[in-house]
């Protein structure tokens, strides 16, 4: 997946409030987004969320690259049509 697409799981992840709800309407499994985030993540060089069983937290700059996110994939679509 390229780089907008880790973006749009992402967004996709925080907007639903978790992997599980995200993967579904992406057609992908929890695990397989968790490792796009984890990815992301990696590539960016910092901790966009914080994880429990339950729920997912933006950190300080995981919000300020959703805020980013939402804005790009927004352009993106509007792009596109």
Same mark, same amino acid.
């Given at each position: ?26 057609? *992908? ?5 968790? #490792? &796009? +985030?984890?990815? /992301? @993540? =990696?590539?960016?060089?910092?901790? *966009? ?5 339950? #729920? &997912? +937290?933006?950190? /300080? @700059? =995981? ?19």
């Amino acid at each position: 997946m390229d780089s907008s697409g880790e973006m749009a799981a992402f967004v996709r992840s925080v907007e639903l409030g978790g992997f599980s709800a995200a993967a579904r309407s992406l057609g *992908l499994t929890p695990s397989a987004l968790s #490792k &796009l +985030v984890s990815r /992301l @993540e =990696g590539r960016l060089g910092v901790r *966009l969320l914080n994880r429990t069983t339950r #729920k &997912l +937290v933006l950190t /300080l @700059e =995981g919000e300020a690259f959703y805020l980013r996110c939402q804005r790009i994939l927004s352009e993106i679509r509007e792009a596109e049509t």
